[in-house]
Structures are given as structure tokens and as C-alpha cells.
């Protein structure tokens, strides 16, 4: 295949050929919003996923919805919300879990305090989804992997006072979300 205009792409059916010049064209944009999304890690497999998906759906792509940039964005876009929807369904199975575990057969006199640490943890989970996905790695890495600043910071690639002085922040912003029933930026 020739040099083709960006215009000259859109306007084709995708074939194998032209998802290449896709892939060529924008890789490197989607792959820069996926890992803003969801870290860089998962941003390559988000990107590879979204070209195996537009290779499979290539007969639904239709020229006159948009062009060919907004069809593969559509479609990360739609990876990257299963990709959180996966993750809080697993977040609220392991809480289910712990709680199951220490179910210690409850009176009734401990039930209305059940239900409040319920609502709570309910709200809590609710604002680990909102936070950033840097964010939310971060106190992953810190409350589930029990790592030290030192260590989030050499996994991140950050420095070691940015882990404590952005880990800091996740917990008053997630204090501040469970007391009011939501996280707000």
C-alpha cells in the first residue's frame, strides 16, 4: 500500500492492511490515554486489545459515525471501564470475603453496627474507584502488597517522598468520601 493521507484512511473499510496504518496512526495516542487511564503497564495490553477488537469488528466500522480515531478510542474507552468494573466487583468479592471470615455468629445487638461498617466500606469502595488510576496503584501497592514508601517508589518510578506526600492526600480524600458518601475532587 502506498502513502495515504490520513483522510484517504478513514474513508476505507478496515481491512488488514489499513489496520496497520491505523495502528501506525494512533498507537502512540491511545497508548499515551491508556496509561493515563490505567497506568502504563495495562496501557499496552489496552492498546493491543483495542487493535484485535477493531480487527474483529472491522465490518461494523462505519465511515459516516466518524473517523477511524474516534471508532479506536470508542473501543479502548469501553476496555478500560470493563478493565474498573472487573477491578471493583474483585474489590467488593474480597471484602465480602474478609467479612465472611470474621463473622463471628453476630447477636442482634451487633447488627446495626454491621450495617453501618457495610455502608461504610460500601462508600469507601465507591471512592477507590473514583481516585486516579496513579492513585489508586499507589494504595494498592501500600494497603494490599504491604509495601514501603522506598519500595512503591522504585516500583513507580517515583520519588520516595512523592509515595508519602500523594499517599497522604488518597487518605484524606478517602476519609473525606466515606463521611459524606461520596470522593469529590
Known amino acids: 500500500m502506498g502513502v495515504m493521507s490520513d ?7 478496515p481491512g488488514g492492511e489499513v489496520v496497520a496504518v491505523w495502528f501506525d496512526l494512533h498507537a502512540g495516542s491511545l497508548g499515551a490515554y491508556a496509561a493515563r487511564r490505567v497506568g502504563s503497564t495495562l496501557a499496552r495490553d489496552i492498546v493491543a486489545e483495542t487493535f484485535r477488537v477493531a480487527w474483529e469488528q472491522r465490518d461494523q466500522y462505519d465511515v459516516q459515525l466518524g473517523g477511524e480515531r474516534a471508532w479506536l478510542f470508542g473501543i479502548a474507552t469501553n476496555l478500560i471501564r470493563r478493565h474498573w468494573r472487573a ?3 474483585r474489590l467488593r468479592v474480597q471484602a465480602r470475603a474478609v467479612r465472611i471470615e470474621n463473622d463471628d455468629g453476630d447477636s442482634l445487638l451487633q447488627v446495626d453496627d454491621r450495617v453501618d461498617a457495610s455502608r461504610r466500606f460500601d462508600r469507601l469502595i465507591d471512592a477507590v474507584g473514583l481516585l486516579d488510576p496513579e492513585d489508586r496503584d499507589l494504595l494498592v501497592l501500600v494497603a494490599w502488597e504491604q509495601m514501603t514508601s522506598r519500595q512503591v517508589a522504585e516500583v513507580l518510578g517515583i520519588p520516595a517522598g512523592t509515595v508519602r506526600s500523594r499517599l497522604k492526600r488518597i487518605r484524606v480524600r478517602l476519609a473525606a468520601g466515606t463521611r459524606e458518601g461520596g470522593c469529590h475532587e
Open 7 to 13: 483522510a484517504d484512511v478513514s474513508s476505507l473499510r
Open 87 to 89: 477491578e471493583e466487583r
